[in-house]
């Protein structure tokens, strides 16, 4: 029998005090813990896997839905790995980021505690069930799964080895809770829970997210999409771009940081575009481009407004030419998703015109769009990329999951003696 | 003809890069212009603040909610004064949180960017209308501001004189838009712009808050209700402990920060309770206590547990005996608002164990929850005291009204190269 969401939602929340309470050494060793269980499940958890694939062929599910979904030997390697690497994060939690005596000698501090309960909705992909748990751990908190009816098998195998180690650690089962009632409208009842759940973070598809957005009354942090742009100015180094452009269309398409549109200033393109197109097309990448670009480039289709807006995830690419520095930023505000933004140049002031006016999560300077990503801008692991220009904005790690507040000690002071 | 809401919102989503880039000289020129107009303004918005006024007395509006809404030259020489205090802030804008540099040489810096467009939502004070503008305009952001219908003659002359300074300094009137239409369906369409505002902060009662909570798209931080508690420990110093209540529970009673509920350790509550009762008896304040408090002062009346929960804001306190620091922080737990609780003790150990069981926004030791704000835990100036345990907990001044990004700089760094 199914315990009704509400009741396991308290539950979940009255686990908080405990894994808040937990000091760095017990968080580490508790995530071992599940890595060694998770580790010692893996045949189980295969098996569990087996059946949600053979469910998924049997509905006609897509080859690259099957491929998220799909586990074998490596890869929970690879997930057992990714828990230890997040024991071995700073704890985020109890540190003190400003201390300040008042005038009154009241000594203010602020100090990291954990968000408490937090909600993540994903899709197919059964590996964030233990590394969304993991880092929320770390973080200090209690975390809700809610993937999808596909994954089921798979997400309940894995969150039940975590559990085993949560048990063995003397902590509430419910720290870790798998929401296995898949039900849109079980789902819509969490996101409403404003007592319970302090956060939800949807991982998936435009759909999902406009879906967790549209019916939460619970604070959401969401990434829509990464539509990148990279715009190679007039004083760019010309091969410096061109790696640039290649690694981040190229090196992988699928996903977020990849980029999406390429914009180069005009006094760069008659060198640069057509050595660029020419490699891109090389790579297997459709260029479609604008018509100063087309004149360059005879052969490139036309590209629609729709293409400047779009993530592509895949093998292909915008382009247009832009008169100057202030077209590529004005282009970039109209078109852009808030994601990642690259300029390649050798001139520092148009670097800094460019990280100033836009407002990106990230924005970089000389260098591959692919960087945005938790592990690489070295915050070791991440639970998500936020383009919510609140509490956290880009790759989010445990700190991010995690808020600042006051600690105020005194003497007797009053404030009308 | 009132221009409608989405094309006033779009106006104001494209005033935010103007003031996303003011440097702080500029900013400080503008809130000192702000005030310089409202101030050569007082007499208009006299004016106006009376045909609030008699519009409201005509409706029968109630005494407390008419001493909200009247302005007077002394109230509105406080405002121009805030704005001025406001103008002193350290600016939180472009400030770098944090600089790394990584293994591959990429400099990643985390920079602090305005949100962008913040909505405030707030009921009869006209001075929120200017000491919001000035909070939001000092971080770089733009506000809409929705005020109360009561108030809308003095809302609308005080955001018309700060619109003249906008425009005398060259920036988009839209900066800082006032919404006309205070009809309550206007208000939910302005909280469904996704794709306008970054933040809606909602100030007044609880029906407000509630009402925003229901009907929002965008992002809000809210304030639901301060039920704060002062515990007096076995180990507290009665006469400090004392003097924590009578600050904490009469300077000021209506305010959020103002204590409600006093426990006390059943080893102190014989010494204490007598004297405390007696002493804020003297000062007008209604005592409701649970049994044991009743046996020691047996006049008092019973509390119920609806007394544990509520907010009073007025001279009424309720009490209870509690067997232990554990008792306390359970009772804090179960009843409290995460807003701020205190402790008089001195013993150590108990005052951290209290702060770290605790969650709340703000936790205090041996000092008043009257000093749970903005402007004595030293943010200069307060837009609001988020309950909300995301992004900002506690009291919220500047810095809160921006958000830490990514800047990266590289020298061509790929990832696959």
Redesign the interface.
Known sequence: MTTPLRERALASRDAT?AI??LDTTSKRRLLHRMADELAASATHVLDANERDMDAAKANGTSAAMLDRLVLDAPRIAKIVVAIRDVATLPDPVGVVTRR?T?PND?V?ERVR????VIAMIYEARPNVTADAAALCLMAGNAVILRGGSDALHSNTAIAEALQRALMAEGLPEATITLIDDTRRETMVELLQL?DVV??AIPRGGEGLIRFV??HA?V??IKHYKGVCHLYVDRAA?PS?AL??L??GKT??PGVCNALETLLVHRDAAAVFLPTAIARLRELGVEIRGDDATRALVPDVASATDDDYAAEFLDLVIAVRVVDDLEAAIAHI?RYGSDHTEVIATQDEAA?DRF???L??????????S???DGG???LGSEIGIST????????MGAEALT???????????????
Chains 1, 2 share one sequence.
């Open positions: 005090a808040a309470a300040e008042r009241l203010v505690i954990p968000l408490g404003t302090d956060l957005t549209e009354r604070p959401v180094d410096m790696r640039l290649v690694d090196s992988r505000r670097a990280v100033h006016a407002r990106s999560a990230v924005v970089m300077v000389n260098a591959s692919r960087f945005s690489e801008l070295g919510t220009r609140l509490h956290a904005y880009g790759p808020v600042e507040r006051f600690v105020v000690r005194g003497t007797g002071q009053v404030r009308h003696p």
